[in-house]
Structure formats: structure tokens, C-alpha cells
């Protein structure tokens, strides 16, 4: 069965710190994997997504994540953070068959510090 | 219209009331999924349509919940003899099948007393 797990349910870095969310996957073969934002009161909003090719995905806003197969990882990075970025981000994998339901992690709330 | 909608945004009821939940999905979706979500987790998996029909209803957590989708387009969630704990954030999403990204709704937020 496939999982997500992301380490840190609240992060906090300054204005202009980098941005780091983990995101670690258990699947028998590689899935598809996405990042979803989620602001207050709001649906979720698609970030990136990876389903084949290029291992290093690039998003909106700035966002960018890297599909590490050895390490069953999809780290989400920004360079650079913003005020506007606080908001709380999930993890989710999709398997390459049958219903693509999304199976996604616990979530992990930013709080950017001016 | 111009993405997924749900209604009511907001929904209060008692417990062993029943309740249902609209979504209208993107024009021209034909898969539907349903979520739930509850506090401080992330959305699980409650039922998927490919048209008209249930394709898997695997994450339904009791026979108090069951959905429909009649048409192929709008989809109710309904939930009978409603329970303290079935007090969630219910999303709703929508794609064109397969792999194709899922569009999400902004969820109906379901407060049973």
C-alpha cells in the first residue's frame, strides 16, 4: 500500500530563508507525486507535480521539487520566502494504475517570520 | 463554471440528523473523487465516480455514508444518522480521468453537535 510522510508539521523560517518541506513516499513502484497548498478557508491548489521525465519539477510561485528515486523522496524547496507564503502544504502520491486516488501526507504548516 | 463548487461552504447539524453535500465539478470532468478531511490531517480518500458510476467507494467509512452521481456531472454525498465524529471538512475534486491533475474544490466544512 502506498504512504506519505512528512516530516514537520509546522516549520518556521524568516522572510527570505529557504524553504524546505520533506516528503518521503513508500510505494512498490514509483508513483506519481504532487504538492498541494492549501490557504486558510481555501481549497487546495495544485504546486507541482511529477509523473515522468525531468526529476526536478518546477512549480508556481517559485516553488521547485526533486524526485529522488533511491531515496523515495519529493522535497519541496523555494529559494527565497515570502510573507505570502505562509499557508499549509501537502504531500500526495498516486499510483500509475486503477483509480488514481490520491493518498496524501499529514500536512505541513509554513509560518514565515518578517 | 469556472472550477469545482461545493454547497453549503458551512453546515451545522445535529447529532443523528441526516445531511447531504453538493459538488459541482468542472464542465466536462468525468471523474469525481470525494475527501474528507479532519482536523490537523491530511484529505483521505471517501469515493471515486468515472461517470455515472461508484468506480471505487473503498474509502466510505460505514454504510451511514453513500453518493451519487446520476447524471455524470453534479454529485451528492450523503450521510445518514449523523455522528460527533463525522464533523470534517468534506472536499470535493474533479479531472478528466486518469493522471490528469485534480481540481479541488473549496470544501464543505460539516459541524455535527
Known amino acids: 500500500a502506498q504512504s506519505v510522510t512528512q516530516l514537520g508539521s509546522h516549520v518556521s523560517v524568516s522572510e527570505g530563508a529557504l524553504v524546505l518541506l520533506r516528503c518521503n513516499y513508500s510505494s512498490s513502484v514509483p508513483p506519481y507525486l504532487f504538492w498541494y497548498v492549501q490557504y486558510p478557508n481555501q481549497g487546495l491548489q495544485l504546486l507541482l507535480k511529477?509523473?515522468?521525465?525531468?526529476?526536478l519539477v518546477k512549480g508556481i510561485n517559485g516553488f521547485e521539487a526533486e524526485f529522488k528515486k533511491s531515496e523515495t523522496s519529493f522535497h519541496l524547496t523555494k529559494p527565497s520566502a515570502h510573507m505570502s507564503d505562509a499557508a499549509e502544504y501537502f504531500c500526495?502520491?498516486?499510483?500509475?494504475?486503477?483509480?488514481?486516488?490520491?493518498?496524501f501526507g499529514t500536512g505541513t504548516r509554513l509560518k514565515v517570520l518578517a | 463554471g469556472a472550477g469545482v463548487s461545493q454547497t453549503p461552504s458551512n453546515k451545522v447539524t445535529e447529532k443523528g440528523k441526516y445531511v447531504e453535500l453538493r459538488c459541482d465539478p468542472i464542465s466536462g470532468h468525468t471523474a469525481l473523487y470525494w475527501y474528507r478531511q479532519s482536523l490537523g490531517q491530511g484529505p483521505e480518500f471517501l469515493i471515486y465516480?468515472?461517470?455515472?458510476?461508484?468506480?471505487?467507494d473503498s474509502g466510505l467509512p460505514n454504510d451511514r455514508f453513500f453518493a451519487v452521481r446520476p447524471e455524470g456531472s453534479v454529485s451528492t454525498l450523503k450521510i445518514q444518522r449523523t455522528e460527533r465524529g463525522d464533523s470534517a471538512v468534506y472536499l470535493c475534486a474533479s479531472n478528466g480521468g486518469g493522471t490528469d491533475t485534480q481540481y479541488f474544490g473549496p470544501g464543505t466544512r460539516l459541524t455535527v453537535l
Open positions: 511529477y509523473t515522468t521525465g525531468a526529476t
Open positions: 500526495a502520491v498516486t499510483g500509475r494504475s486503477g483509480t488514481y486516488k490520491y493518498i
Open positions: 465516480f468515472q461517470g455515472t458510476g461508484a468506480a471505487d
